[in-house]
T-cell receptor
């Protein structure tokens, strides 16, 4: 299995631009998570999906952030318009649903820099 | 109150030392427990699951105390390659499939 795949790996953009991050979870995993990590705030859960349905989006910072999961093998996190304070590493993770001690597997992350 | 709390450290220990990390969780309904390791500029990776009876994997030992709601990780005979941030993770499945991460404990093993 290729693991969780994220693209792009690095993104540099200017303030005000739209940014779209992409994630392909591990095949067969029912849960997908988007996290943001910064030095100041650590790892923060933004949103997670079970069976393609958003379950908890309370971590999404504001309306500029949106996430979709149109099918079991693809999800996007969009920031529009982007701001310098959005600069962070964005991780996608997936997990099986319903099993004891089933764990999460992280993608390599997207390093976003908003100038 | 945070769901999971860890001492951020840093812990600086010499090679060969034994070091222990503790983590507390707030919700007694938590069901699954893990330690993750994160290297600089990399993604978190599962180090080991934590089982009620305690479990060992080589130099690493994990313990769970449900009564006191804490988890521990013991590293024996520290190696330089153990330098990383160690994250305590708790999973609650009664409200979905949410994982709660501690802020991590930084470990540096010194030659």
């Amino acid at each position: 299995d290729a693991g969780v795949i994220q693209s792009p790996r690095h993104e540099v953009t200017e303030m005000g631009q739209e940014v779209t991050l992409r994630c392909k979870p591990i095949s067969g995993h029912n849960s997908l998570f988007w996290y943001r990590q910064t030095m100041m705030r650590g790892l923060e859960l933004l949103i997670y999906f079970n069976n393609n349905v958003p379950i908890d989006d309370s971590g999404m910072p504001e309306d500029r952030f949106s996430a979709k999961m149109p099918n079991a093998s693809f999800s996007t996190l969009k920031i529009q318009p982007s701001e310098p304070r959005d600069s962070a590493v964005y991780f996608c993770a997936s997990s099986p649903l319903g099993g004891y001690q089933e764990t999460q597997y992280f993608g390599p992350g997207t390093r976003l820099l908003v100038l | 109150r945070k769901e999971v709390e860890q001492d951020p450290g840093p812990f600086n220990v010499p090679e060969g030392a034994t070091v222990a990390f503790n983590c507390t969780y707030s919700n007694s309904a938590s069901q699954s427990f893990f330690w993750y390791r994160q290297d600089c500029r990399k993604e978190p990776k599962l180090l080991m699951s934590v089982y009620s009876s305690g479990n060992e994997d080589g130099r690493f030992t994990a313990q769970l105390n449900r009564a006191s709601q804490y988890i521990s990780l013991l590293i024996r005979d520290s190696k330089l390659s153990d330098s990383a941030t160690y994250l305590c993770v708790v999973n609650k499945m009664d409200t979905g499939n949410q994982f709660y991460f501690g802020t991590g404990t930084s470990l540096t093993v010194i030659p």
